[in-house]
């Protein structure tokens, strides 16, 4: 059964710095790693998605990467704003096609 | 093109009443997937379904929870005799098709959520 943990639980920073995000996962058999944001109250946005083959992907101010063999993904922010404050979330996707999700990392970036 | 459309957004039931959540795929999708968020915790898979068919309901108590998504309208997802420990919210997600090929993977995105809360 896939677990997936994200570390630390919360973060807070000031603006500008950059950071990184953890996640690991304990079944390497995975086809892809997806990060998501979530807003207060609100749904979930998909930042990237890394497929199994991939070791990273970028979308302007984040990357993300992906070490399957040991059970691994960072997610990069670079020169955070505080419009980044949000919970990103780590999940994974098997072969049963349904997202298997950490806990989340909850980031406060301040002005 | 619409997004994932969930309605209520809020829904409050008292104990003993029926909840009803439902899901409106992007134009264009045919599989959806149901997802907890319990308070405090990570979003937990339910079910995933095709048109009129449950694929996958490891993830559903086996009692008073029940999920349809008819050839015609939106999914349901339904709970009965709510108790407290059901207040969460509830996502929904939809995806083109399923990935087929064992290294393919169709994305899914996500509805706003149904915050259901019981009195």
């Known amino acids: 059964k896939q677990e997936v943990t994200q570390i630390p639980a919360a973060l807070s920073v000031p603006e500008g710095e950059n950071l990184v995000l953890n996640c690991s996962f304990t079944?390497?058999?995975?086809?892809?790693l997806q990060w998501f944001r979530q807003d207060p109250g609100k749904g979930l946005t998909s930042l990237l998605l890394?497929?199994?083959?991939?070791r990273e992907q970028t979308s302007g101010r984040l990357n993300a990467s992906l070490d399957k063999s040991s059970g691994r993904s960072t997610l990069y922010i670079a020169a955070s704003q505080p419009g980044d404050s949000a919970t990103y979330l780590c999940?994974?996707?098997?072969?049963?096609?349904?997202?298997?999700f950490g806990k989340g990392t909850k980031l406060t970036v301040n002005p | 093109n619409a997004g994932v459309m969930q309605n209520p957004r809020h829904l409050v039931r008292r104990r003993g009443q029926e909840a009803r959540l439902r899901c409106s795929p992007m134009?264009?999708?045919?599989?959806v997937y149901w997802y907890r968020q319990l308070p405090e915790e990570g979003l937990k898979f339910m079910v995933y379904?095709?048109?009129?068919?449950?694929?996958?309901e490891s993830g559903m108590p086996k009692e008073r929870f029940s999920a349809e998504f008819p050839k015609e309208g939106p999914s349901i997802l339904r709970i009965q005799q709510v108790v407290r420990g059901d207040s969460a919210a509830y996502f929904c997600?939809?995806?083109?098709?399923?990935?087929?090929?064992?290294?393919?993977?169709?994305?899914?995105?996500f509805g706003p959520g149904t915050r259901l809360t019981v009195l």
């Open positions: 997600a939809s995806s083109r098709s399923s990935g087929g090929a064992r290294s393919s993977y169709n994305e899914q995105f």
């Open positions: 379904l095709q048109k009129e068919n449950i694929i996958d």
């Open positions: 890394i497929q199994s083959s991939q």
């Open positions: 079944d390497s058999a995975i086809y892809n």
């Open positions: 999940a994974t996707v098997g072969g049963s096609e349904k997202l298997v």
């Open positions: 134009k264009g999708h045919s599989h």
